[in-house]
């Protein structure tokens, strides 16, 4: 699946972003990117190109959440330091207005990020019912 993404703002103006990991760290640090226009602040629209038939799915990110602790370890094969970057998106698509969550997560190797191919995208609803399941079985907590 690949991710296209770009800053639009409401005036009509769009643009493209950096790396989408540093998109990603600079929404959930609340930084806002300016429309150079208007002077307000864009909005990051990611376009997800879904196999399997599913179609694709353009969305507004509306809010990140990244661990406050970041976990890392060595890498004994090659001694680099590893970081793992995860993510929490809440996104919104334009078609329906569902809200849906997307999990992307990087793996920083002393500095250079590689994008986890694994991140799951569902709607908000099926994620709530899989927390939902954990928590009765005792593994989320109040």
């Given at each position: 699946?690949?991710?296209e993404k770009i800053y639009i703002c409401e005036c009509?103006?769009?643009q493209p972003t950096n790396l989408l990991v540093?998109?990603?760290n600079e929404k959930a640090m609340d930084l806002m990117h300016l429309c150079p226009h208007c002077k307000k602040n864009m909005d990051?629209?990611?376009t997800f190109k879904f196999g399997l038939g599913a179609g694709e799915n353009k969305c507004k990110v509306l809010h990140v959440f990244k661990p406050k602790d970041?976990?890392?370890w060595v890498n004994p094969e090659?001694?680099?330091t590893i970081e793992f970057h995860p993510f929490l998106v809440i996104l919104e698509e334009y078609e329906n207005k569902d809200i849906s969550i997307w999990l992307p997560y990087w793996h920083y190797e002393d500095e250079d990020p590689k994008y986890g191919q694994w991140a799951p995208f569902m709607h908000?609803?099926?994620f709530r019912s899989l927390l939902e399941q954990a928590k009765l079985a005792g593994y989320i907590f109040n």
């Open positions: 699946m690949a991710t009509g103006y769009s540093d998109v990603l990051i629209e990611l970041i976990e890392s090659s001694d680099l908000l609803e099926t």
